[in-house]
């Protein structure tokens, strides 16, 4: 089972594992095997419709929301994974003819029964609402099925032309139908990760603007981490303009975090990418910042048995407790400075190097981290 791998495998390196979705794309256009007897088109053929190259389900039918609905429950049910991640495809990015005219969305059949069912909305008003019911929908089942896992969206960078003033691009309000402001103002996920994919010259798509405006819409202080487009790189930005951009986030701008799109240039190393993160802004291992309101509760204080007889290293046993954690922190004092590693969450025994000089660190101090990120009060060993 490649997700059951991947989450096992992932874990035992410290690393969360968020599964990644879109959430109404019925079929991949360059699929390659065939189309499966369960397949949504085959089983009930009337939620899903073609359009360009794609199957999609339809936005407008509330079977089809519900079939995305329990796909994701049920991921998030039968994996230990730590988040669901769903993309910017929400009606569909307009297809065009031959001649260079939008094709239509083909969603007449659910509009017609809205409207005979009494809806009042204008078409693009109704379109928003659907979508904005599924992100309701998804957020509700995903923190109801496992209160700790979290829930994350990458919407287009741009809300709307003007916003900020001066910014312009394509409109995912009007074309996608997506309003990803009211999703951030009312807290509608606990990550957001707007794909600011332009650089600092771009001075329609300035990198700092749209950021600065998405943490001032961000009110319920969800965690915002923008997605940069390192594929780029070789093409128009460098190496060192993402590491530039990774190093904007922080409190000044509301935001935690970056996610990279995509992971090629970072396996590549393209342009020194992964050698000038490690020397700046990724130095240093971080905990994954906290989701308080997925969870404050702390985990119990660790207890922790320490062998250091011999010329070795220290050994930690730790007795973490009950209840799921995403990390183990240790902490220990050498000769002057103090050194902190992050272990998984599982780990259980853990080696501790003795000083340069061979002696024992002067102290070391073992947190326990919960699955929403809440740090527990700390074991504390001096040497007699």
């Known amino acids: ?12 390196r410290g690393l969360e594992l968020h599964a990644w979705l879109n959430p109404f794309r019925a079929r991949y256009s360059q699929a390659i095997s065939p189309v499966s007897a369960q397949h949504i088109s085959r ?25 995305t609905v329990k796909v994701v429950t049920d991921v998030v049910r039968r994996y230990d994974i730590d988040g669901i991640h769903i993309d910017d495809y929400f009606y569909p990015y307009p297809e065009k003819s031959s001649l260079g005219t939008p094709i239509p969305f083909p969603d007449d059949r659910s509009w017609n029964g809205y409207h005979r069912s009494g809806g009042k909305l204008s078409k693009p008003d109704w379109r928003r609402e659907n979508v904005n019911t599924l992100v309701r929908a998804m957020n509700t089942a995903v923190h109801r099925e496992k209160s700790w896992v979290k829930f994350g969206i990458s919407p287009f960078g741009i809300w709307k032309p003007g916003f900020p003033e001066g910014i312009k691009g394509m409109d995912q309000h009007e074309v996608l139908y997506a309003d990803a402001r009211k999703w951030i103002r009312e807290g509608m996920a606990d990550y957001f990760s707007p794909q600011l994919y332009w650089t ?9 603007k749209l950021l600065a405006w998405w943490g001032s819409e961000n009110v319920r202080q969800r965690h915002l981490w923008p ?18 951009q990774a190093d904007q986030v922080g409190p000044e701008t509301h935001s935690s975090g970056v996610i990279h799109w995509n992971a090629s240039a970072l396996q590549e190393n393209r342009d020194g990418l992964g050698t000038r993160l490690i020397q700046g802004p990724f130095a ?3 905990l994954v910042p906290a989701s308080p309101w997925l969870g404050s509760q702390p985990p119990e204080t660790p207890t922790i048995e320490v062998g250091y007889g011999g010329r070795g290293p220290l050994t930690l046993d730790v007795n973490a407790g009950k209840g799921r954690l995403s990390a183990i922190v240790v902490q220990t004092q050498g000769e002057w400075a103090w050194k902190t590693e992050l272990h998984p969450g599982s780990t259980r025994r853990i080696s501790v190097p003795r000083t340069y000089r061979g002696t024992p660190p002067k102290e070391v101090r073992v947190i326990t981290v919960s699955s929403t990120g809440i740090e527990s009060a700390p074991a504390i060993w001096r040497p007699k």
């Open 1 to 12: 089972d490649p997700l059951a791998y991947a989450v096992t495998e992932a874990h035992a």
């Open 43 to 67: 089983s009930q053929p009337d939620l899903v419709v073609h359009y360009g190259k794609f199957l999609w389900l339809d936005p407008g039918l509330a079977e089809a929301r519900n079939q």
């Open 200 to 208: 600092e010259r771009q001075a329609e798509q300035r990198f700092t």
């Open 227 to 244: 997605g940069i487009n390192s594929a780029d790189i070789g093409k128009n930005r460098t190496a060192a303009d993402i590491v530039w």
């Open 284 to 286: 240093h291992r971080a």
